[in-house]
């Protein structure tokens, strides 16, 4: 889905270019914002994100549209690395509300669908572990996909 595609980067540029009032739009509505300082100091410890997979989620009873669990990966600048954790993951969910897409956490019955959904392809399909594709990789002096989740990291 394209609109999905664009959906995703361009809530990544509004996050490198620090637009929390966009930002904020993007979001679900369903959960308590994250406030303007919070926005701040989190994403601007970012130093390198790579998106590793959009999943779409086996259909759920409870949910009007598609959801898809966004998976990435997300380096730190050296200031902000806490235990020695330079590099982290995280999964957001995206979904559509009232026909807009917007990023929140993943429903607990998304994730255990999409689980259960990979471990019966995996075992019928041959394993092949090689991405059809290259992670999406931005740095955080590029203006490409830095900052991918309403989730941030706890600096």
Known sequence: DLTLNRFVDRFARVCVQGKYNDFRLMLSTKRPPILPPRFESNFN?????????????????????PVYVMKAEYDLQDYAVRKGERTKQVHVAITQEEGVWRLGP??????QRLIAFQKAQSTSAPSDTSPTSAPATADADSTATRAIANKPARL
């Open 45 to 65: 410890a970012l130093k390198q994100v790579r998106i590793l997979a959009i999943d779409p989620v086996p259909d759920l009873p409870t949910s009007i549209g």
């Open 106 to 111: 993943i429903p607990q019955e998304a994730m």
